[in-house]
Every structure is written in structure tokens, then in C-alpha cells.
């Protein structure tokens, strides 16, 4: 008895014709029983391109990059070797190309199913694989710019024109199609190779990687380098390495600028030094092997030791300095005080207000320098101010009340380890100081007392400013050499601190600044704490390079394209942003591995 009705009466061990017949596929069922070939659904000859522009969700370009839609459908062999930030071409019907990056990737379904199932689920965790042919793939692309070519050169263009449906996209893999997309300058400044994501740029091209160069010449406008760098790092990101590489391209034999009198110059390099690692710029690199160098020959990347490198070290009272770790050239010097009648903010580092530093500036100074004359010596210019009786002439005559005088006299007190110590001082080193073609390091590790350091290189850096704005220098050697001024920790000395000395300071710095390019005067700063840096001084810098930054306040403060901020916290030792408009659209880069100079304690 049984509940199946008419299927009760089904034989297992039936016609096994019948049974044959049902079980074959329906191919060969159709085959055999119609007649039909069976129908190969690949498509004929091999694919070109990665996938093909797509309108199921609009195809737009827009003057509004917020109104532009360009998607690319992706196929499933090329999935897994698309990033987000790969640059990518697609081809106009009339030669002309479209150069886009990849902004957004995206899974989206096939077909109208719901795949948040149990049964889903459990049959996905029984296979090793994924099929894809159930899920489309679209890559999100922003367009960069139109190439074409006009009289045998390739060119580019802002996006002016949207692509045909269909079009084929690839991979960008040739180097000039990448360069002229990106504006990146064919000759110059050397910063590293072109990556996304952490992984370097491969092209067809012999190297396969992309070089990557700062603007150096005055046919493609002012010189990047007087235009001003930023380079910005965390503790261990790689900055000081990255730094020194960019440096010694600046002392390449070859480097020249061409100065108003007709001369070409090679740049006169000062770097203050608060970690004592810049004069092993003097040093070769031993772990720079042969083959690393004959690859650095190739892409014109200058390597080896500096032999005119010279470490200029202030004598600041009984500390010594150790120079057991490069074989640079050491020279003492001392500050003399004559130097504060041209910068009185170098004897008001506690602090003064408006009203001290007026009486400093405009009554005490000019008296003191009358009485002993422009060489009188920090020791008898306190000597000066204990004088009670100059007090209290000066408190009869209205002109600084005692008070006042009192505060004046507190503050400038301290810094006679800093001045006139038993060294030759700076004004009569001034030739050998700024040499061109020559890299001068100014160490202050050895110097415990930050007050002292910062009196020292606020005192030369001012020396060298001053000069080189001035119209009637005192130290033509100065004025007539192109000058890159390097200061790492910038921001102990450029800060946005609200005092009057600190207001003078930034007021100088953003002069130099602005006046650089028509004096060849470029400042290279180094910071971990970018945020720290006055806002009149960061406005001047044209190229900022980022390193690996942890801080949020720290990377909002270079303000680089938010594209590229998310990835600066992820980024790996050495792997960095530059964002210099001025020479290309904002790109990632992987530096050298090796440093091109001698680098890191034994």
C-alpha cells in the first residue's frame, strides 16, 4: 500500500534505454535526438584590457567632479589584479585617450537573488573557491586628463570629453602615457619611483619603474627647490633617509643655477642638524653595492659621499662634540653678541612683551652699542644693565620705566655660554660657512640646553636670510650663491607661538620665503609635528613630501588631497606622499631602499 499513487507503479529496473537517455546532457541530448552542434558561448580571439566602460549606472563627465559618473565593468581573470588608485586608459575612437584612476571598487550582484541565506552560506563554506560569474565587478574611475598628440609630442589636457560605451580599459603600463597623465616633469630633482598602494609602478619601459622628479630648471618655470619643501614624517617613518637622498641630488656635480650677472652656480647646502646624522652625508654608503649603483647611474640618481661637507660646530660653554661617526671636516665657531643689534630677539628667548621689546630695541641696544660700540660683548652689555644709575635715568626721563627695565634685564640673562665663547665666531667664517656645491651641517645634539640651540640656529639662519633679502650685503659670498636652507625639527623654531619673539621669527622666515625664488633661496624643512609650523610659513611651501604620520591633527595639517590622507597612517618605512601642484597631480611614491650617502649609527 502506498500515498505515491500513479508513482507506486514505477519500475527502477525499467528500459534502460530510457534511462541512458534521460541521464545525458542536454548538449547531447539536443545532438542526438535534433541534430544541433553544440554552441561554444567563450567569445573568439584574446581579450585586450582589464574590462570595458559601462552606462547600466550612468556614463557622465562633468565640469562638477561630484556630478561625473565613469564606471568600468571589470572581468572575472582580472579582478584580483586591480587597486584602488591604479591608473588605468581608455582609447577615443579618434586616437586620443582617456588617462582615469580607479577611485571605488565594488561587488554588485548579477542577477535579482537574495544571497543572505543559510543554504547560501553553508555551500559557500563547503568550496574553496568563489564564483564570480555571479557578480559583476565595477571599478569606480576618476578621470586625470586627456592625452593626445600634437606635433610628435605627447600632451594632456583637462577631461573635456566623455568616452564611448563599451570602450576598452587597460592597465596604463607606458611610461609616457603615465608621466604626461600625472604632469610628472621628464628631468629633474629625483624623490623616488611611482607606486599605489605600497606597490611600485611596473611598465613595459627598461627600468620598469616610474622615476618621479621635482622641477630644476627655469624653462619649466622657477626652480621647485627656491619654491620651498616640506618633508613630514613619525619617528621611523624614514624622513631623515628620505631627506638625505633629496639633498644629495641638490650637490650633484651637474647641479647648476644661472645667478643675474650670467654665472651658473652650484647651491651652497646649510642643514641644521639637531641629531648629529647630516655629516655622514660626507661618507659613501658601504652597503650601496655595485648593482644598486649602476641602477641609481642609469636613472641619473647622484649617490656616493660629499667630499666638501664640513660640520660647523657651536662652541656653546663646556660642551664637546664627538665626531667618531663620519669623517666630515669639524670647525668651532662661536655667536659673537654683535649679532643681536641686527636680531634683538636672540636675547629675548624667555619672552618679552610688546612693550620690553621696545624698550630693548629702541632704547637699551642703540645706547649699549654707543657706549662699547658694535663689538661690545655679551658680558658687558650685563654689565650695562646692572648699572642703577642708567635705571634710574631712564625711569626720570620717561623713557623705560624701572619696571619695565627690571623685566628686560631678568630676560636677557642665561646666555653667556652661548655668546662670545672661545671660538672664531660665524661673521669671520662666513666664506667658508656658505660654499658653493658644498654642504655645510650645523650639529646642536651635543648642546643640552634648548634655549642655547635655538639661539644658535635662529642667529645663523637669520645671518643667512638677512643676506640674501638684503640690498647692500655685508657678506656678498652669501647674495651671490644660490642657497638651500635645511632645518630639521623645523617646528622648535617655526612654531605659532604668541609672543612677540616668535612673531619675529615667522615674520623673517615668511619673507625669506616669499622673496626666494628671485634671491635662489629655498627652505627644506623637516618635521614629525607639521601641525606645529606657523600657518604664514606653511602657506609659502610649495611641495610638501609625507611620510607615515600617527597623529590626526599632524596629517590634516599638510594639507594633501583626502584621497591620499587616508592611506599616510598606513603607509610602510620609506613609502611617501608628495603633493607639489605646481609639478604634477598628488602621487605615492616608494623612496630608495638604500640611502645614497652613509646613514645610521654603527
Known amino acids: 500500500m502506498t500515498d505515491l499513487g500513479d508513482f507506486s507503479e514505477f519500475d527502477a529496473g525499467g528500459d534502460a534505454d530510457s534511462t541512458a537517455e534521460s541521464s545525458a546532457s542536454p548538449t547531447e541530448r539536443s545532438t542526438d535526438v535534433d541534430g544541433f552542434e553544440p554552441a561554444n558561448v567563450e567569445p573568439r580571439g584574446e581579450d585586450v584590457g582589464i574590462g570595458t566602460i559601462c552606462v547600466s549606472q550612468g556614463l557622465r563627465i562633468a565640469e562638477d567632479e561630484e556630478e561625473t559618473s565613469l564606471r568600468a565593468y571589470v572581468t572575472s581573470g582580472n579582478r584580483s589584479s586591480v587597486r584602488i588608485g591604479s591608473y588605468l586608459v581608455a582609447p577615443y575612437p579618434d586616437g586620443e585617450t582617456l588617462f582615469c584612476r580607479i577611485t571605488g571598487l565594488e561587488y554588485a550582484q548579477q542577477y535579482h537573488a537574495d544571497d543572505a541565506t543559510e543554504i547560501h552560506a553553508r555551500r559557500a563554506m563547503r568550496r574553496d573557491d568563489v564564483d564570480e560569474a555571479d557578480y559583476k565587478f565595477v571599478a569606480s574611475l576618476e578621470p586625470v586628463a586627456v592625452l593626445y598628440e600634437e606635433g610628435g609630442e605627447l600632451k594632456r589636457r583637462m577631461t573635456d570629453r566623455v568616452p564611448k560605451p563599451q570602450t576598452v580599459v587597460g592597465q596604463a603600463n607606458d611610461t609616457a602615457e603615465i608621466k604626461t597623465g600625472l604632469k610628472i616633469p621628464e628631468d629633474g630633482v629625483f624623490l623616488g619611483h611611482l607606486s599605489v598602494g605600497g606597490e611600485t609602478v611596473r611598465t613595459a619601459a627598461s627600468p620598469p619603474t616610474i622615476d618621479y622628479r621635482l622641477k630644476d630648471d627655469y624653462e619649466a618655470g622657477d626652480p621647485l627647490v627656491f619654491r620651498h619643501t616640506l618633508v613630514a614624517g613619525g619617528t621611523g617613518s624614514g624622513k631623515t633617509h628620505a631627506a638625505k637622498n633629496v639633498l644629495r641630488q641638490y650637490l650633484a656635480d651637474e647641479r647648476r643655477y644661472p645667478m643675474e650677472d650670467g654665472r651658473t ?338
Open 265 to 602: 652656480v652650484g647651491p651652497a647646502v646649510v642643514q641644521f642638524d639637531p641629531q648629529d646624522e647630516y655629516a655622514q652625508m660626507h661618507d659613501d654608503n658601504p652597503e650601496l653595492d655595485g648593482e644598486f649603483a649602476r641602477r641609481l647611474e642609469r636613472e641619473g640618481v647622484a649617490h656616493g659621499g660629499v667630499d666638501d661637507t664640513t660640520a660647523f660646530v657651536p662652541k656653546v660653554g663646556d660642551s664637546t662634540y664627538s665626531a667618531g661617526h663620519h669623517r666630515a671636516e669639524c670647525v668651532e665657531f662661536t655667536i659673537p653678541f654683535s649679532m643681536v643689534h641686527d636680531n634683538p630677539f636672540l636675547v629675548a628667548g624667555s619672552g618679552l612683551n610688546d612693550n620690553q621689546y621696545g624698550a630693548l630695541v629702541s632704547v637699551l641696544l642703540p645706547r649699549f652699542r654707543r657706549q662699547y660700540g658694535a663689538d661690545g660683548t655679551y658680558e658687558e652689555f650685563t654689565s650695562f644693565l646692572d648699572d642703577p644709575a642708567l635705571r634710574e635715568e631712564l625711569d626720570e626721563s620717561g623713557r623705560v620705566h624701572e619696571a619695565t627695565f627690571d623685566a628686560v634685564r631678568r630676560r636677557v640673562l642665561g646666555f653667556g655660554h652661548v655668546f662670545d665663547q672661545d671660538a672664531r665666531p660665524i661673521t669671520d667664517l662666513v666664506h667658508e660657512f656658505v660654499r658653493p656645491g658644498g654642504l655645510t651641517v650645523v650639529p646642536t645634539y651635543h648642546v643640552s640646553d634648548s634655549r642655547a640651540t635655538e639661539t644658535v640656529v635662529l642667529a645663523l639662519s637669520s645671518l643667512l636670510i638677512d643676506q640674501k633679502l638684503s640690498n647692500d650685503p655685508t657678506y656678498e659670498r652669501i647674495k651671490e650663491t644660490p642657497l638651500i636652507l635645511g632645518m630639521d625639527e623645523a617646528h622648535n623654531f617655526l612654531t605659532d607661538a604668541d609672543s612677540v619673539q616668535a612673531g619675529k621669527v615667522i615674520s623673517k622666515f615668511t619673507e625669506a620665503a616669499k622673496q626666494g625664488r628671485k634671491e635662489r633661496l629655498g627652505l627644506f624643512l623637516i618635521t614629525q609635528d607639521p601641525q606645529d609650523i606657523d600657518d604664514a610659513v606653511f602657506k609659502q611651501l610649495n611641495t610638501t613630501v609625507v611620510l607615515n604620520l600617527g597623529d590626526e591633527d599632524a596629517i590634516k595639517s599638510v594639507n594633501i588631497p583626502s584621497s591620499l590622507e587616508s592611506k599616510v597612517p598606513y603607509m610602510e618605512k620609506g613609502q611617501m606622499v608628495v603633493y607639489s601642484p605646481d609639478n604634477s597631480e598628488p602621487v605615492e611614491l616608494i623612496g630608495l631602499s638604500k640611502c645614497v650617502t652613509r646613514h645610521g649609527r654603527d
